[in-house]
């Protein structure tokens, strides 16, 4: 049977004036004791060695027990604690030295170190409860924390160490200053969480933990809402992460599976992958990212499925020796480049859609920089759909460009391969080669070019086998400067002016039309006065003359008058 106590601060019939005598009583008995306390303010430390059951009888908040300095409960035995609050500081709080301790509807207020502490081989469960200030610490021990809320943290709220276990479900942790959840070599599954305003990553695994999180709210965090670390593995699952600086950080060998996340109005990155880390992120919306919405860096290698991106800056960007593969890709209404792999990075996309961004995909690097895109979709792209520069390596298959002011293009000494893809609506042309760029083209179709079909300038090469030109405005073809390449099995047809202008170095034996082919050393014109906005600099895909430009000025003022005789200044 249990034995039954109470304990009240004025005395009375049978009655303890402390809590202290009562756990004496029933420690020198032996058996299961009932503790029932009358409310107010008690000044001890409790140290309970037999099961033990301390029940606040005026409900919660109605008795509390301070310490000044050191503990205010010590457990060593099966212990449940019920509506008391415990206040103390220069110590652990609460601890857990063996056994279960179970706190209900219990606040615990710890000014500085550790709220409660549950030590190797011991379980904790907090549940409907408070913890202020202090942190919680499993080290090796297991806990399981239901509706309960952390404020103001000095340190991380909740901390599994050790080979510690935590189940975390339907709690609240705001204010810490550090993470509001780190486990570090243990393991812990969160549910129905939300976690706001911490100093840093909202929630934290390392040193080859394990970390299960689904349907969490993670927002207003200064840092990661999520990071993985050091071998660590887990799950992300239909969690929101909302103004962070980047949404999920992964590294040094992490590799998480995220699913059906929301990852929105991060001030730099929304995916954050680099040094090492892996992963696969599936069904994912990233929107409203600062910079970057995925961001794969320094040997990083993640897989990117059926994912969304919208209303940021950049959509993918692979830098650095990162490594990227990404499948059924929906990048729409950015300001940037819905694609870019600079720096010896290396990336698949497969199934990709971009639309009413800027540019499609830009490559900038030396020849260990390679890009593939297949089976995908570019639509309302501002300026160039693809361009290849320095000496990127890009290989096309089946992508299809519409309404761009220029669908293909390489530069410098890029490499573009281009397989059963198409161009339609474009202003400028469908292919474009320049400086000593090489573009291989085969079974290509431009419909409906404002200028024109495919051209060469500078050194650059152009060689296209199986091309259909329909509609180019001012010429099919066109080789100018020092350019050179080869049509073979090519139709230009349509309303244009030009089946072809030529410079004399190009093979156009293959070539099949109905329009004028005009050979002519040619050299190109220039151009009208073109100001163009771009991040990192200006990118050219042809030849411009009397160009201006201005980039990373807040403001811009143009002045241009024109002389007598004509001349501009």
Request: contains cysteine; glycine residues 12%.
């Amino acid at each position: 049977m249990v034995a039954r106590y109470v304990v009240s601060p004025n005395g009375g019939r049978r009655a303890h004036r402390d809590i202290t005598s009562a756990l004496a009583e029933a420690a020198r008995r032996g058996r299961a004791a009932l503790i029932e306390i009358e409310p107010g303010h008690y000044e001890e430390t409790l140290t309970v060695h037999g099961e033990t059951r301390l029940v606040a009888v005026g409900g919660p908040g109605s008795v509390m027990v301070t310490r000044l300095r050191g503990a205010v409960l010590d457990s060593f035995a099966p212990v449940v604690v019920q509506g008391l609050v415990l206040l103390g500081r220069g110590a652990d709080v609460v601890g857990c030295h063996t056994g279960k301790l179970t706190l209900e509807h219990t606040e615990i207020r710890a000014h500085d170190g550790v709220a409660v502490h549950a030590r190797p081989g011991t379980s904790l469960t907090l549940r409907d409860s408070t913890v202020l200030h202090g942190r919680v610490l499993l080290a090796g021990a297991d806990g399981l924390v239901e509706r309960c809320r952390f404020t103001d943290a000095a340190d991380n709220a909740l901390a599994v160490i050790d080979g510690g276990r935590l189940s975390l479900v339907g709690s609240r942790i705001e204010g810490s200053r550090l993470h509001a959840v780190r486990v570090s070599g243990g393991s812990a599954r969160m549910e129905r969480c939300v976690l706001t305003r911490t100093g840093m990553a909202a929630i934290f695994a390392d040193a080859r933990a394990e970390l299960a999180v689904a349907d969490c709210l993670v927002e207003s965090v200064e840092a990661e809402g999520i990071g993985f670390v050091e071998q660590s593995r887990g799950s992300v699952d239909r969690t929101r992460i909302v103004d962070a600086r980047s949404g999920i950080a992964v590294a040094s060998g992490a590799e998480p599976v995220v699913r059906d996340c929301v990852i929105t109005a991060c001030r730099d990155t929304g995916l954050d992958v680099n040094n090492g880390g892996r992963g696969r992120f599936e069904k994912c919306e990233i929107t409203r990212a600062g910079n970057v919405a995925v961001l794969v860096t320094k040997g990083g290698a993640p897989e990117v499925h059926d994912c969304r991106v919208a209303d940021g800056k950049v959509g993918v960007a692979v830098t650095d020796g990162g490594r990227g593969r990404f499948t059924r890709i929906d990048i729409r209404d950015l300001t940037s480049a819905a694609l870019r792999v600079h720096d010896e990075a290396t990336a698949v996309f497969e199934y990709a859609t971009v639309e009413r961004c800027p540019s499609g995909l830009e490559t900038r690097g030396n020849g260990g920089t390679q890009a593939e895109v297949t089976d995908s979709v570019m639509r309302n792209v501002a300026m160039a759909a693809v361009t290849a520069l320095e000496q990127t390596w890009v290989t096309l298959r089946r992508v299809t460009v519409e309404r761009a002011a220029l669908a293909f293009g390489a530069g410098e000494e890029a490499q573009l391969l281009l397989h059963d893809c198409e161009a339609a609506a474009v202003t400028t042309g469908g292919v474009s080669s320049f400086g000593s760029a090489r573009v291989l083209a085969r079974n290509l179709t431009v419909t409906g070019s404002d200028g024109l079909g495919v051209f060469a300038s500078n050194t650059a090469r152009l060689e296209i086998e199986g091309a259909t030109l329909v509609d180019c405005a001012v010429s099919g073809a066109s080789f100018v400067d020092d350019s050179g390449g080869r049509l073979e099995g090519c139709s230009v047809t349509g309303t244009g002016k030009l089946g072809a202008l030529h410079n004399g170095q190009a093979d156009l034996a293959g070539l099949n039309t109905a329009l004028p082919v005009i050979e002519k050393a040619v050299r190109t014109e220039p151009g009208p006065t073109v100001v163009h906005h771009h991040y990192e600099g200006p990118v050219f895909n042809s030849p411009v003359h009397d160009v201006q430009l201005a980039w990373r000025n807040i403001h811009a003022v143009q002045h241009r008058a024109t002389n007598e005789d004509g001349t501009h200044t």
